[in-house]
């Protein structure tokens, strides 16, 4: 039996059966990887790695490795090489331990708790894994590469921060003397290839003629906010309707964190920026809209709104940029409503109630609810039309709901898509548009059931 001796505490590790004796051993495992880890910092150019393409990368990365436990004459088992080497790969071009989870199509959600603490969410549900940073210095500088990539930064007079990987997916950092139990990292995954609407209807989000409603929404330049709770697939839902914004229409997308997936080739992409460490500098969303409409945007797309721009954002809408699509978070289309009122009430503007309410109910023509089921589906759970005011109370209309009726012995919720029978007034502006899908989708009784050509 292959073994190898540690000086000073003499403990023999035995090597040769597989890797899962070598991972029980993380103190050695350890050792090992900061061994090899120093050795090739020595010997490798760092910044000719940076030039090269990822794979060349890692391929030259093997090579020196390999070379380095030879003539150190590491006793290492073939499957604990593999291993080492692919984390040292990790470490110096990628996010370490992370890189593996990032792989893996199959999870939407990251979670860092703490150093030896990872969650993920895959198909909706949460699983603890078995991945481990070596320290919080180790998680730290992880999170310290991802931010300094998109030219932000994390110390302790700036312990919080939002920003993104290459391939879109969010993230959120928060760093002692915020966080209690050392850094926390939260990833929030955006599958490389955007989903259509096919895959919504797949994934019974929602349901075939409701989906020919939301393209005639879309193409007949309606205002929309995508509501729901965190997670509940608003981003996917505006990626996927802006799949269907006419071509040759120039399209201005606002967000904190750049994430949205547009295929169009009229597009220009904004972003915010945070203080400098001066605490000047700052750009913000509502900044960027009031540049926005001098940019003679077709369309303004924003991520999300949260704050102040909340009202440069109704005013756009209200003033010939019709066909805007935002978020927000909220449980209910009147939620959202009520939070958008808070919103412009927060920006310091002082009008009457009814004025705001006004203004709210003649911007936005259509809320789409979302929300995610205990089971991590996602549903797309009531459609409404707000229909303008009755006295100082903004009146909405729902046109399609999901209607619970229970939970099976699997525990996933059961239901269905249902008309409400009202028709909605866009309809006919829908149909002046040549966008014509027939009243009976609207019927209760078979609107939902008739055949449906996807296109």
């Keep these: 039996m292959i073994t190898t001796t540690q000086t000073g505490n003499r403990n023999t590790v035995p090597l040769d059966k597989g890797l899962k004796e070598w991972a029980d051993r993380p103190l050695t495992e350890r050792q090992a990887l900061q061994t ?127 920003a993104r990987l290459k391939d879109g997916s969010r993230v959120n950092a928060i760093i002692p003397p915020l966080a209690l139990d050392g850094p926390m990292l939260s990833i929030r995954r955006f599958s490389v290839k955007p989903l259509k609407m096919e895959d919504l209807i797949g994934y019974e989000t929602l349901q075939p003629t409701i989906s020919q409603l939301l393209i005639g929404i879309v193409k007949a330049r309606l205002n929309i906010i995508i509501s729901g709770g965190t997670g509940s697939g608003k981003t996917t839902l505006l990626n996927v309707l802006s799949g269907y914004i006419p071509e040759g229409e120039r399209i201005i997308t606002i967000e904190d964190s750049a994430e949205l997936q547009f295929q169009h080739d009229h597009l220009v992409r904004l972003e915010t920026r945070p203080p400098n460490v001066e605490g000047k500098g700052e750009v913000t969303q509502r900044d960027l809209v009031k540049n926005t409409l001098r940019m003679r945007p077709d369309r303004i797309i924003i991520g999300e709104v949260r704050s102040s721009e909340t009202v440069d954002m109704l005013q756009a809408m209200n003033t010939g940029h019709d066909g805007s699509l935002t978020t927000i978070h909220a449980n209910s289309p009147r939620d959202a409503l009520t939070r958008v009122e808070n919103m412009v009430s927060m920006a310091g503007f002082e009008m009457p109630v009814a004025s705001m309410r006004s203004q709210i109910a003649s911007a936005v023509h259509v809320v789409l609810q979302l929300e995610r089921l205990e089971d991590g589906t996602r549903k797309l759970t009531s459609l409404q039309e707000i229909n ?68």
Excluded at 394 to 418: A, Y
């Design 36 to 162: 090899l880890h120093q050795k090739l910092i020595k010997v490798m150019d760092l910044s000719v790695l940076s030039t090269m393409e990822q794979e060349d990368a890692r391929r030259k990365i093997r090579s020196i490795a390999d070379q380095v436990i030879v003539d150190q004459a590491m006793p290492l088992s073939l499957a604990v090489r593999q291993r080492l080497v692919k984390q040292v790969a990790d470490e110096i071009l990628g996010l370490g331990p992370l890189e593996p989870l990032l792989a893996d199509t199959s999870i939407s959600d990251i979670l860092v708790n703490s150093h030896d603490t990872v969650y993920i969410e895959r198909r909706g549900r949460l699983e603890l894994t078995d991945v481990k940073f070596q320290d919080d210095r180790h998680l730290l500088h992880i999170i310290d590469r991802i931010v300094s990539s998109v030219g932000r930064r994390i110390d302790e007079s700036s312990p919080m921060v939002d």
């Design 388 to 455: 303008g005011m009755e006295g100082d109370i903004i009146t909405m209309s729902e046109i399609f709901t999901f209607e619970r009726t229970g939970i099976d012995g699997d525990g996933r919720v059961l239901g269905q898509f249902r008309a409400t029978g009202m028709v909605p007034v866009f309809f006919d502006r829908l149909r002046r548009r040549g966008i014509d899908l027939g009243r009976d989708i609207f019927d209760p009784g078979t609107g939902l059931e008739r055949e449906v050509v996807y296109g």
